[in-house]
């Protein structure tokens, strides 16, 4: 009876952070409603004769504020048009109708699926306009297909992270992470950063393809190295139902390590899981988007090198039940954004 009622938790926990992660993944761009691969109205000449910047996000509602914090930070001497898509019912050939009706000085891509939809069309195109990346997992590595692009990145290193979670007094030193092969890279520059403050990974490299026995081998070998905390990319290929379900949820209670996460939904009172997030500051973000269009500008809309730069200002998160479990200094609350649970 014990058993059943732990596996009927862990599903209830689970559901509701799946949730959460499909509503975010899902809800990445503005409100209007969008019919599938809708033609753009036709092409009119701005009235104000301003140069255009067009900004390309998925259909939804999270990043209102932030999208039109952008549009106001560049309204002074562009006209700023936001294409809200239904990604997966969209085609290149849609982002090519949206650039040739705008003819954009510069393209602003939102979230990695319109990132992948404007590549198909951009690498069939002799000379796409410069895309400036947001909001994307990974952009370090998605950057780097994409023709003609630079990127902010939307994830905050895991050095800044450790040192939010010090603050709250946890002496944190050896951090376990796993990931997937494909994401290798990204993990050893990661660890390159966190060198100046004798931080280490313990790390657990999985196939691109991993089965649950995988992730929970890797799991237990973390618990076994005795590490201060595990970090969590922001990987969908480790987070989907069934490995929320099976591995994570049910084995994050006993690594008697705090995770933390890169992603706000991961830090969830109903779920149990995160403890700790540090994340982009969005409306920090569209001024420093803003900053690096304006930069741009200067350079007549010409790369002088293709460049991903780290995001200038972030927010933090910290599950308060979750916090006190592993002894975290509840006098340092007041340093964090957001005490979850509370």
């Known amino acids: 009876m014990e058993m059943r009622s732990t596996r009927r938790r862990s599903l209830w926990r689970a559901s509701a952070l799946a949730a959460l992660m499909l509503a975010l993944s899902c809800s990445s761009g503005t409100a209007q409603h969008v019919a599938a691969d809708p033609a753009p109205p036709p092409e009119t000449p701005p009235p104000d004769g301003k140069p255009?910047?067009?900004i390309i996000a998925p259909a939804g509602s999270q990043l209102d504020g932030m999208l039109e914090s952008l549009r106001v930070e560049l309204s002074d001497d562009y006209r700023v048009t936001i294409s809200p898509l239904r990604v997966e019912e969209s085609s290149p050939d849609l982002v090519g109708r949206i650039v040739a009706r705008d003819r954009p000085r510069a393209v602003v891509l939102v979230n990695n699926s319109t990132v992948l939809l404007y590549r198909n069309w951009a690498r069939a195109t002799p000379a796409p306009p410069v895309a400036l990346i947001l909001m994307a997992s990974f952009a370090e590595e998605l950057q780097r297909t994409v023709p003609?692009?630079?990127?902010i990145?939307?994830?905050?290193p895991a050095?800044?992270?450790m040192v939010g979670l010090r603050t709250l007094g946890l002496d944190v030193r050896r951090v376990g992470v796993v990931y997937r092969q494909g994401f290798a890279r990204h993990i050893a520059r990661q660890e390159d950063l966190m060198q100046v403050e004798k931080l280490t990974?313990?790390?657990?490299?999985l196939s691109n393809k991993p089965h649950v026995q995988d992730l929970?081998?890797?799991?237990?070998?973390?618990?076994?190295?005795?590490?201060?905390?595990?970090?969590?990319?922001?990987?969908n290929g480790l987070l989907s139902p069934k490995f929320l379900t099976n591995v994570w949820l049910p084995y994050v209670g006993r690594l008697d390590a705090p995770v933390v996460v890169a992603v706000r939904s991961l830090v969830n009172e109903h779920a149990e899981f995160g403890t700790f997030a540090a994340i982009p500051d969005t409306q920090a973000l569209a001024v420093q988007a803003a900053d690096l269009l304006y930069e741009l500008a200067e350079e007549d809309w010409k790369l002088r090198a293709s460049d991903v730069r780290l995001p200038i200002s972030v927010k933090r998160l910290v599950d308060v039940r979750l916090a006190r479990r592993f002894g975290l200094d509840s006098s340092q609350f007041g340093q964090v954004d957001f005490l979850i649970g509370r």
């Open 159 to 161: 050095v800044t992270a």
């Open 153 to 156: 990145s939307y994830e905050v």
């Open 52 to 54: 255009v910047i067009s």
């Open 216 to 235: 929970r081998a890797a799991l237990v070998h973390l618990h076994r190295a005795e590490v201060d905390a595990i970090w969590l990319p922001n990987d």
């Open 148 to 151: 003609n692009s630079v990127a």
């Open 201 to 205: 990974f313990v790390r657990q490299e």
